[in-house]
Each structure stands twice: as structure tokens, then as C-alpha cells.
């Protein structure tokens, strides 16, 4: 097995402009491939989901776009159902669950470099620090650590997430895993890749990201954003946020929350951990991520692949409807979006018309 995705790495190509948006588009799997290829992440997608209203948006005129009239200037074709992404100092990465691997993708070739075996079934993000990947496995509940000058996995830590669509995080000190949906967030020592201090957050603990001097966690169940302070390991603020947070990011010296009960984006001052605003996006439901990047944040979900927020405005400018989408990044002066059900991840301008 190892061989073959070596070959198949070795063998990925870019194919860029409308030739590499035909190409994807008419890649999607069929219902039976769709299920067959269905991860820990898709699967709480569709829990509880049912035959929901399709998504609606938001209304203001100018915004909508349609996927359709993006051309990536990059496609790198990922086996299995590419999903959760981080970015290293000259690389992005991207895990796929179905194959238990991480793809390695090179921004100045725009060509997967490298695939490397992980622990069984990644899921609940990557994280990316201390020369190294950080790769949560929900199959054998581990956390895979790739060295990124080697490409190898050099250490396995006997920890495992909370829950399958979730995060982790790398502080300067430490990598940060919800370990225990009771609410445990635990402290990975990167020198002995041990857990050395555990943190009592809100029960259900999700989603995290490291950013404007804190470790973020959201607590879905109880509507909560957690920001402990990485130095002490100590919990510095709890906000209530929108209905259920999942997904967060930081950026503009705020700390961002999706939240899958309404649609909206939640904004909390990173400074006084107070609520500044919830943002209408018109995406309540299941599934989605989130990144901030290029001066703005960038949410994906199912049915609207990319959403773009002005922080200096708290409006949507543009929004993408179409198929694709799961995980996005921004990086390398690009947005970087996992489209699960194509296989692929697209490199995309973000100066889209």
C-alpha cells in the first residue's frame, strides 16, 4: 500500500484553469462511492441532518457567487476524501481518513510531494509546530507525529480525541487535544510526547485553535468559547457564544466561533473575552471549518463552499454556492479548500471577481 501512494504522489500533477474545474466537477463519486468513502467527519455532518432546507445564505445583494466561475490555480488529487488541513513554514498538509494518510503539498511546484502513513483514521484536525505535524487518529485514538523535514512519523502519542470532528492546537509551549468529551483538554509535552497537565474546560470540548496569545476551545452542548492562557495552563476566559460553536479560528485580535445551530459567525475580543458580535452567514447545519487569513475569515460548509468576512466591516463580501468544500486555509497568498467528495484540494486566488 505504502508503494502505491508513493507512485501516485510522485505521479500528482496541477492542472490548472477551466480544463482543472471540468475535471473536478466531474469527478464527484456517486451516492454508493460517496458512502463508501464517508469519515468520522462526514459522518457527524449528516447526524440529525435529515432532509434539512438546503442553505440559504444571506440575502445582501452583490454577495452570491456560484463555484462555477472559480478557476483554481491548482488542483492536487488526494486518494480517499481529503479533509482537515494545516500549514507549515514551506508546506500545506491534508489528511485523509478513509486511507489513514496525510498528503504533503508543495506550494511552489503545486505538486504533492510526499503521502505518509499515520495512525488509523485521522480525524479532528492537525496542527502544525515544533518542526512537526500533529495528526489526531480516531481509529485507534493516537496522535501520529510527522516530522517534516523527513516526512516520517517519529513519534505516536497515547492520546486520543474527544471527538472525531474537533481540533488541535500548537502553542509555543505545548499541543493542546480535547482528550475527554467530559470536558478535559490535555497538554502535550512536545520534548517527551506525553500528556503532562490536563485542563477542566466546558463538557462536549470541539473545536481549538492557538492564536492572539490563547489556546481556544468551543464546547458545542453548552454554546461555550474557552481561552486558556498556554503558559499556565489555565483557564482565562469562558464567553457564551452563538448556538452551537464548533469550528474556531483567530485573527484581527479576535478569537472567531461557526456555529452549526444558526449559521452565524461569533466574535470575541481576545483582550477582554467579551462577545462582540454574532455575523449572520446563512449556514446553520452540520459539517464546515474555518480560517482567517489574507486580512479576512474564511468559513466553508456543504452547499456554500466559501464564505469571506470582512473583520473591519463584520459582513459577508462574498459567498460561493456550488459543490465542494470541508476543510479551507489560507496560506501561501492562496485559499487552500478540501473538496472531500472530489478528492481533491483546490489552490484558489483569493482576488476573485
Known sequence: MRTRFQTFAAAAICISGMAALLWAQDSQPSSVDAAKSESPKDSAKKGGRGKRAPRPGVPTPGVRREMSSIMPTAVFAVDGNPDWQVTSEDAEWVTSGRMSIVARM???????????????????????GFG??????????????????????????????????????????????????????????????????EVTVAADPAGMT??????????????????????????VYSVEVGPGPRFVTSGAGSAWTLNQGDGTLSRVDAKTGKLVTNI?????????????????????VGEIPITQID????????????????????????????NLSMHNVWRIDPNQP
Open 132 to 197: 512537526s505535524i500533529w495528526v489526531p487518529n480516531c481509529g485507534d485514538k493516537t496522535v501520529s507525529r510527522i516530522d517534516t523535514k523527513t516526512n516520517q512519523v517519529v513519534a505516536t502519542v497515547p492520546a486520543g480525541p474527544a471527538q472525531s470532528e474537533g481540533g488541535i492546537a500548537a502553542s509555543p509551549e505545548a499541543v493542546w487535544l480535547a482528550t475527554d468529551p467530559k470536558g478535559v483538554v490535555s497538554k502535550i509535552d512536545p520534548k517527551t510526547n506525553m500528556v503532562t497537565a
Open 280 to 300: 449572520e452567514l446563512g449556514v446553520p447545519g452540520t459539517g464546515g471549518e474555518l480560517a482567517f487569513g489574507g486580512g479576512y475569515v474564511w468559513a466553508t
Open 311 to 338: 473583520p473591519a466591516t463584520n459582513k459577508v463580501v462574498k459567498q460561493w454556492f456550488g459543490p465542494g468544500g470541508d476543510s479551507i486555509r489560507f496560506a501561501f497568498g492562496s485559499v487552500w479548500l478540501s
Open 106 to 128: 508543495d506550494p511552489k511546484t503545486n505538486m504533492v510531494a510526499a503521502v505518509v502513513m499515520v495512525g488509523k483514521t485521522p480525524c479532528s484536525g492537525l496542527a502544525s
Open 210 to 235: 492557538y492564536g492572539e496569545g490563547y489556546v481556544w476551545v468551543t464546547s458545542p452542548k453548552s454554546n461555550m468559547l474557552t481561552g486558556i492562557d498556554p503558559k499556565t495552563a489555565k483557564v
